[in-house]
Structure formats: C-alpha cells, structure tokens
C-alpha cells in the first residue's frame, strides 16, 4: 500500500517568508510525528499528534513554528517568518493503532528540504 | 527526558566483516529500541527492533542485543556487504505515552570492498 507521502520534495525561500510543509501519513494511521533533520545530524522531534487528544508541542523549537492536522489524517507544518537556521530536512512520520494504542513502529516519509537563503 | 548517545559516528570495514555499533540511553523506564537505515538522500527505514522484555533479536545478519541493566545496546551487521553502507541511527521510546523517538546522531557505515 502507499507509504507516507510528504510534499513539496524541496523548498527554498527567502529569509523571513512563511512555508508550508504537508504530510499524508499511511491511511488508517492514527498518530502522527513531524521531525527535524539538520545535515549530517540525527532526528529531533517536533510534534506529535495522536487521534483527537492535543498534540505534543514539546518539541517545536520556537513560536514561529506550528502544526495542525485536520481530520485525523492530513498534516501541515508551518514555519513562519522563516531563518537560516531553520534549513533543514523536515520528515514525516506515522504509527498504526491496535489494541491498547498505538503501535511504537513509525514509518517515515520522504521529507521535504527546506533551504532557507 | 530521554538522551541517547551513540558510538561510533563512523565506521569503515571491509566487506564480509562485522560492524558493531552502540547506543545508551539514560531513562530505564524506556521499553522500546529501534534501529533505522538511512541511505544518501532516503527516508528512515526500520531494520530491527527490540523490547525491553527480551536480551537479543535476530534477523538473518543483523542482531539487536539489549542490557536494560547497564542501559545500552547494541547493533550487529555480520557478513558485511556494500549495500550496506548507510547511516544508522538508534532510538529509544517510553512506549503508551506520546511514543516520540528519541534517537542517536548516527553512525555512518562505509563497507569497501
């Protein structure tokens, strides 16, 4: 079946402009994460949603940065006013639910790279 | 929260050896231990995984080991092959939470040949 699906593959913009990044996790996949990826770095998490319940902001590194996901299914991240600092690789993730809650196994996308100039 | 560290950044071996690379973590309540295969340019792939309720998995050359006493494991890749060759990260999660990965900064395995 389809995997995790983000879009646009790559985005550059300028210095201070806003972007959107969306994420289709696999369908029937009730929670769902956004990470960062920094060059030659590891993952850092940024948010996490999980059915109806609020999401998990601990993660969004300042106010410039949020999310929502509509539906329970769809996902958007939004960068506001956007730095250099804030180039990046940005991935997708999503986890199935079973009995008891979600399952830990996450299934990621392919990531939108983010070049801010 | 959850930190984990992860050993080596880089390792280099020649095909058909064994790469061995570590991870610990600092919270013992974490359960749940995956490991990822990036290659150049992809997504995060799952390889293995493993519980806290066992000490070793195996899945044809790859092999979790776990110590839950001394808060580390550990991937081993025997018979080492080019496609191989990638970036490994490890992770560590307090599963029934939020389930938010917390991973390693990665290994980047070079197989020559």
């Known amino acids: 079946g389809a995997g995790v699906s983000q879009s646009p593959s790559n985005k550059v913009t300028e210095k201070g402009k806003d972007v959107e990044l969306r994420c289709d996790p696999i369908?029937?996949?009730?929670?769902l994460y956004w990470y960062r990826q920094s060059l030659g770095q590891g993952l850092e998490f940024l948010i996490y949603f999980q059915g109806n319940s609020a999401p998990d902001k601990s993660g969004l590194p300042s106010d410039r940065f949020s999310a929502e996901r509509t539906g329970g299914s769809v996902s958007t991240l939004t960068i506001q006013r956007t730095q250099q600092e804030d180039s990046a690789v940005y991935l997708c993730a999503s986890s199935p639910r079973l009995a008891g809650g979600p399952q830990p196994e996450q299934y990621f996308g392919p990531g939108t790279r983010l070049t801010v100039t | 929260g959850e930190n984990v560290e992860q050993h080596p950044s880089t390792l280099s071996v020649q095909e058909g050896d064994s790469a061995v690379i570590k991870c610990t973590y600092s919270?013992?309540?974490?359960?749940?231990f995956p490991w990822y295969k990036q290659e150049l340019g992809k997504r995060p792939q799952l390889i293995i995984d493993?519980?806290?309720?066992?000490g070793e998995k195996k899945d044809q050359r790859i092999a979790v080991t776990l110590n839950k006493t001394a808060k580390h494991f550990s991937l081993h890749i025997t018979e080492t092959q080019p496609e191989d060759s990638a970036v490994y990260f490890c992770a560590a999660i307090l599963t029934g939470g939020g389930n938010k990965l917390t991973f390693g900064t990665g290994t980047q395995l070079k197989v020559e040949l």
């Open positions: 493993i519980r806290s309720n066992v």
């Open positions: 369908s029937g996949h009730t929670a």
């Open positions: 919270d013992s309540a974490s359960n749940y």
